[in-house]
């Protein structure tokens, strides 16, 4: 006869980790380059009381659960408070990418009905463009220092983020939510026509976190010192603002300078060992270092993708001493699906041979799995030759659109599992490793 384990079941929450954070490695910093230009430093234990705050003025001020509020910003430490803030009284965090058009941005707000939004000084403009075609949002938020506000007033009402918390109590008592409640929303245009929306869960995202930090992929410590540039309005900065918390690493973040220069220099002055962000930006920061003859004194590994990292790139950074982390993955999947890097005998290979396996998409992450299929769904085998569109189900892949859009994408097989369809096209090699050869002609 069955019998069901005799086990805890704790939902899986995003407030659980900021709790863990605080109590755990509460004298754990934070340090970020703010908008307002100087580096500033913060505890885990006095950003849990700031995100308290946050969460008792969010609450006061009649948000409710499962309310979208979007952000617009950096990599900065008001951002991080957010995500934990309001993700943490059950309403979603919904971050905008500042580099679709006007148009795009009020087409994505008016479809998630955000009803507040937060955003640098840096998006005054944009904001002060959208604003007028954006009828759902009742409260604009802008994220400074409340002697720095601006003295034109991008929109009516305008309201500072300090004032905002500021008479608000750092009491505060997490709702224990159902885990699989919405924490954070995210549109992509991976696919054909308007942007569409990505919905995670608590569950998801705390199990993505979870599966980032092993040891093949991110492997983070509590030791580690970590940059993670690629932005917090980019599928949650693939989880980095969760996962530092989650092992009580040192978290850097870059501000809006993303620059060689000031990444090099602030990846200096806080020892950073860990970066994380696209090919494009480690080609900015190899510029500056190869021109001015510089070395790096602490980083040491580097998780790159959003798009291939071409050997040469690869190569550079090894003769730096920065091993190359490739990941592969989604706004659909959290983002991570596969991680590619060499360890134990590959690196007895010669380099090329390496690089090449550094090259490749990697393996699945536990919580993913993936297959190839041809044009009519048959499932391709795993021998490097043949090559078919990829597909993915996992802990942490999406099962529909948010307002149903895109459901060409979601399939069953015939055991009745659901598969998610990436667009990529891709080898698998008999070992497991992936590797993206094309992207399918009818996906942007
Ligand atoms: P996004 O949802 O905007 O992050 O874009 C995801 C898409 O970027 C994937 O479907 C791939 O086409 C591409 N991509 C991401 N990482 C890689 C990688 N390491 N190598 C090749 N393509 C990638």
Redo the contacts with the bound molecule.
């Keep these: 006869m069955a019998s069901t384990g005799l086990m805890m079941q704790l939902p899986l929450l995003i407030s659980s980790i900021l709790e863990h954070a605080e109590r755990h490695h509460g004298q754990q910093e934070i340090v970020a380059r703010r908008t307002e230009g100087n580096i500033q430093r913060i505890t885990y234990s006095e950003l849990a009381a700031r995100t308290r705050r946050l969460a008792n003025a969010l609450v006061s001020a009649g948000i409710q659960p499962g309310e979208n509020i979007a952000t617009m910003g950096w990599n900065t430490v008001r951002h991080v408070e957010i995500y934990y803030a309001v993700s943490g009284i059950g309403a979603v965090t919904h971050t905008l990418n500042p580099r679709y058009s006007p148009q795009q941005l009020i087409y994505i707000i008016n479809h998630a009905k955000d009803t507040t939004l937060f955003f640098d000084i840096t998006f005054a403009p944009l904001v002060k463009a959208i604003a007028p075609h954006c009828p759902t949002v009742k409260r604009w938020v802008m994220m400074i220092d409340a002697d720095k506000m601006p003295a034109e007033s991008p929109v009516e009402g305008l309201i500072n983020y300090e004032h905002f918390m500021s008479g608000a109590s750092s009491e505060f008592v997490w709702p224990q939510l159902d885990e699989n409640m919405a924490c954070t929303l995210c549109y992509?245009s991976?696919t054909t026509g308007n942007p569409q929306g990505v919905l995670y869960s608590h569950r998801s995202t705390v199990l993505h976190a979870m599966g980032a930090n092993t040891a093949d992929a991110l492997g983070l410590r509590r030791t580690d010192t970590i940059l993670p540039v690629v932005p917090m309005f980019?599928?949650n900065a693939w989880g980095i603002p969760y996962g530092a918390l989650m092992v009580g690493a040192k978290l850097v973040l870059p501000g809006a300078q993303l620059d060689g220069p000031s990444l090099y220099a602030l990846m200096e002055e806080e020892k950073v060992n860990i970066a994380a962000g696209v090919p494009t930006i480690w080609l900015g920061l190899l510029n500056h270092v190869l021109q001015n003859g510089l070395k790096f004194s602490s980083f040491r590994r580097t998780l790159v993708?959003?798009?291939?990292?071409p050997i040469s790139l690869i190569k550079a950074y090894d003769e730096l001493g920065v091993h190359v982390m490739?990941?592969?993955?989604?706004?659909?999947m959290s983002?991570l699906g596969t991680v590619s890097q060499t360890s134990g005998p590959d690196l007895e290979l010669d380099k090329a041979a390496q690089y090449d396996i550094t090259a490749k998409?990697g393996h699945c992450l536990f919580g993913v799995d993936m297959k190839i299929v041809a044009e009519d769904g048959t499932e391709l085998p795993w021998n490097g030759e043949a090559t078919g569109e990829l597909l993915v189900r996992g802990h942490w892949i999406i099962s529909q659109y948010y307002g149903g859009d895109g459901q060409k994408a979601f399939s069953q097989d015939t055991a009745g599992r659901g598969w998610f369809a990436?667009?990529?096209v891709s080898r698998i090699f008999p070992d497991g490793t992936m590797q993206?050869t094309d992207?399918r002609k009818d996906v942007i």
Excluded: K, L
Aim: glycine share 26%.
């Design positions: 992509t991976g980019h599928v993708g959003g798009s291939a990292m490739h990941g592969w993955g989604m706004t659909e983002p998409q990436t667009g990529d993206i992207r």
